[in-house]
Nanobody, 126 residues
Framework: QVHVVESGGGLVQPGGSLRLSCAAT????????MGWYRRAPGQERELVAT??????TKYADSLKGRFTISRDNANSLYLQMNNLGPEDTAVYYC?????????????????????WGPGTQVTVRS
């Protein structure tokens, strides 16, 4: 099994910063891409940012310049969030697209799937 768990959420005042972390654990052949998503109250889950194994990043247009996604070689993912506003209040989710080797008979076959963390709450208010 593969698990991802987020940390670093909390309450912050407008204009403040937070750094979210995500750790992927378990048995997998590789982690291909990782990403952050968020769901604000009453809204659909939306993309925040993603990063590939090679380090290529993609951001939601509205968040460029304030949020920075990064990852290290230890299967950890980070999201640096600056100049936060009330509109950033949401549950933030980490996702990991992984490849695992599945035994079928005498052979092992690669299988890709995406796993999600339980989320971490970020609240921005005075």
């Amino acid at each position: 099994q593969v698990h991802v768990v987020e940390s670093g959420g909390g309450l912050v005042q407008p204009g403040g910063s937070l750094r979210l972390s995500c750790a992927a654990t378990g048995r997998f052949a590789s982690i291909n891409s990782m990403g952050w998503y968020r769901r604000a109250p009453g809204q659909e889950r939306e993309l925040v940012a993603t990063i590939t194994k090679g380090g290529s990043t993609k951001y939601a247009d509205s968040l460029k310049g304030r949020f920075t996604i990064s990852r290290d070689n230890a299967n950890s993912l980070y999201l640096q969030m600056n100049n936060l506003g009330p509109e950033d209040t949401a549950v933030y989710y980490c996702s990991a697209a992984v490849t695992v080797m599945v035994e079928i008979g005498r052979t092992k076959v690669p299988q890709d799937f995406t796993t999600w963390g339980p989320g971490t709450q970020v609240t921005v208010r005075s």
